[in-house]
């Protein structure tokens, strides 16, 4: 059978897709958490990978060499640099950049030396599925997160987009910050600290690879103070759900 491993940076964000795990089995490699489970008929291996690119990477290495995971998604939060791109909204990635890869002038700038390439691409089937996934979700988000929800955080109809997101090991937390990395990269739609790292490394391994991530702030000087709340609340429902969506339209294999 098929193993889909789900990754968030933080529990929080987790929190929902872990709530709703039956025979849990935790395990700890290189001092993160690894559940081992099944989830709508499917073997799935969840995990931690904590904050940054670096620590990502060591967990997407794990859940490869180690649970023989055939297919990642990771999902979270993520800052929004798109027009448009607003708190509430989903972004799924169709492709990954460093934002902060600069190894200029020996390599152009963003490209990953010796690979050849700046952006990774994500697999386009998985990314396709969970946007159907995410749009379906959104459309009843009211369901998902009920009204009081909705009118705390002001989600007034959210979106699915579909584009290019940036990584890098900083937090995005001023206006001018967001307006050069939206200067240095125009199409991207957001901004998080692990992605480009593991679709890296899925490139590496050759296994399929997908990014789903709720707009928790606008990356600016707002960039945010419900923080912690906001992914509990709405992000890790979102992301329980759009796997959920997903998982049971997804045969088992
Ligand atoms: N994840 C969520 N919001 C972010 C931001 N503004 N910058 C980097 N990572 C984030």
Same mark, same amino acid.
């Given at each position: 059978?098929?193993?889909?491993?789900?990754?968030?940076?933080?529990?929080?964000?987790?929190?929902?897709?872990?709530?709703?795990?039956?025979?849990?089995?935790?395990?700890?490699?290189?001092?993160?958490?690894?559940?081992?489970?099944?989830?709508?008929?499917? #073997?799935?291996?969840?995990?931690?990978?904590?904050?940054?690119?670096?620590?990502?990477?060591?967990?997407?290495?794990?859940?490869?060499?180690?649970?023989?995971?055939?297919?990642?998604?990771?999902?979270?939060?993520?800052?929004?640099?798109?027009?448009?791109?607003?708190?509430?909204?989903?972004?799924?990635?169709?492709?990954?950049?460093?934002?902060?890869?600069?190894?200029?002038?020996?390599?152009?700038?963003?490209?990953?030396?010796?690979?050849?390439?700046?952006?990774?691409?994500?697999? #386009?089937?998985?990314?396709?599925?969970?946007?159907?996934?995410?749009?379906?979700?959104?459309?009843?988000?009211?369901?998902?997160?009920?009204?009081?929800?909705?009118?705390?955080?002001?989600?007034?109809?959210?979106?699915?987009?579909?584009?290019?997101?940036?990584?890098?090991?900083?937090?995005?937390?001023?206006?001018?910050?967001?307006?050069?990395?939206?200067?240095?990269?125009?199409?991207?739609?957001?901004?998080?600290?692990?992605?480009?790292? *593991?679709?890296?490394?899925?490139?590496?391994?050759? *296994?399929?690879?997908?990014?789903?991530?709720?707009?928790?702030?606008?990356?600016?000087?707002?960039?945010?103070?419900?923080?912690?709340?906001?992914?509990?609340?709405?992000?890790?429902?979102?992301?329980? #759900?759009?796997?959920?969506?997903?998982?049971?339209?997804?045969?088992?294999?």
């Amino acid at each position: 059978m098929a193993v889909i491993g789900i990754m968030s940076a933080l529990h929080e964000e987790l929190s929902a897709v872990l709530a709703d795990m039956p025979d849990e089995q935790r395990v700890v490699v290189a001092g993160r958490d690894f559940w081992i489970s099944h989830w709508q008929g499917h #073997a799935v291996v969840a995990a931690l990978s904590r904050i940054g690119k670096v620590a990502a990477a060591t967990t997407a290495t794990v859940m490869l060499e180690r649970f023989g995971v055939d297919a990642l998604v990771f999902t979270g939060v993520a800052g929004g640099l798109g027009p448009g791109v607003r708190v509430g909204d989903v972004v799924v990635a169709s492709g990954l950049m460093q934002h902060d890869m600069d190894a200029s002038p020996l390599f152009p700038r963003h490209e990953v030396p010796l690979y050849g390439r700046a952006l990774f691409q994500s697999d #386009a089937i998985l990314s396709m599925q969970l946007t159907e996934a995410a749009q379906q979700v959104l459309q009843a988000a009211g369901q998902h997160l009920g009204p009081d929800t909705l009118a705390q955080f002001r989600l007034i109809s959210p979106q699915v987009h579909q584009g290019l997101i940036v990584s890098g090991d900083r937090f995005v937390s001023t206006t001018a910050e967001s307006q050069t990395l939206r200067q240095a990269l125009p199409g991207a739609l957001a901004v998080e600290m692990e992605g480009a790292a *593991v679709a890296q490394v899925c490139l590496d391994y050759g *296994v399929p690879f997908a990014a789903v991530r709720t707009i928790s702030d606008r990356a600016d000087d707002a960039a945010h103070t419900d923080f912690n709340r906001f992914i509990r609340e709405v992000a890790s429902r979102y992301s329980r #759900a759009i796997l959920l969506q997903w998982l049971t339209q997804r045969p088992v294999d």
